[in-house]
């Protein structure tokens, strides 16, 4: 089974300082992993993907297939970075075919304090 | 270039009614997705349609259904509502059925009383 685990709620950091929102993954087999923000009343969009290797906005991600982790990380974090984070991972079911989905996990809800 | 757009914004049925919300894919993507986010969740998969057909389906029963038409919209139709069907139902679409690049509508606030 897919399963997406977000253990922080609530994550509160200072203006300049470094941030990293926490995601680990159960899955059997190679998922693609994804970051997607929701800024306050915007929709959900995506922020990053592990396929692509990109940094967006100074936020990364490395896939840690050993420890089934795909960790969020900015180094300095900025008062925009306010958002309500979800890592969410695609691939196909168990039952193969072309039954893909995004499963998300419970979501972070990053405050920058000035 | 539009995005995805879903309508209505909010709505609000009684318990046993019925409800069908749309949505409208973003110009050039064959596939729709339905999501349901309730309240401090994160959103959780409902179905995926893909070239009008429906090609994967998560844990909810069957009175949640769905259409794509040929030009790629999509309804989402629920029967029997049931109170803890109140929540936020997210219409996705993309270029592929592969899961990556997908573009979020703005979604429809559910309430059942």
């Known amino acids: 089974a897919q399963r997406v685990t977000q253990p922080e709620k609530l994550l509160s950091v200072f203006k300049g300082a470094p941030v990293e929102l926490k995601c680990n993954y159960s899955?059997?087999?190679?998922?693609?992993l994804f970051w997607y923000v929701q800024y306050s009343r915007q929709r959900l969009q995506l922020l990053l993907r592990h396929i692509s290797r990109e940094s967006i906005k100074g936020f990364t991600a490395d896939l840690n297939k050993g420890e089934t982790s795909f960790h969020l990380k900015k180094p300095f974090a900025q008062e925009e970075d306010s958002a309500m984070y979800y890592c969410?991972?695609?691939?196909?079911?168990?039952?193969?075919?072309?039954?893909?989905?995004?499963?998300f996990g419970k979501g972070t809800l990053l405050t920058v304090n000035p | 270039e539009t995005g995805v757009t879903q309508s209505p914004t909010h709505l609000i049925k009684t318990r046993g009614q019925q409800v069908t919300l749309r949505c409208s894919s973003q110009?050039?993507?064959?596939?729709v997705s339905w999501y349901q986010q309730a309240l401090g969740q994160g959103p959780q998969f409902i179905f995926q349609?893909?070239?009008?057909?429906e090609n994967g389906r998560g844990n909810f029963p069957p009175r949640f259904s769905g259409l794509q038409f040929p030009n790629y919209s999509s309804e989402l139709n629920v029967n029997a509502l049931e109170l803890d069907d109140s929540a936020l139902y997210l219409c996705?679409?993309?270029?592929?059925?592969w899961g990556y690049g997908y573009t979020f509508g703005s979604g429809t606030r559910l309430t059942v009383v």
């Open positions: 899955y059997s087999g190679s998922p693609e």
């Open positions: 996705a679409s993309s270029q592929s059925y």
């Open positions: 969410a991972l695609s691939g196909p079911s168990n039952s193969g075919g072309s039954n893909y989905k995004l499963t």
């Open positions: 110009s050039g993507h064959n596939t």
């Open positions: 349609y893909y070239r009008e057909e």
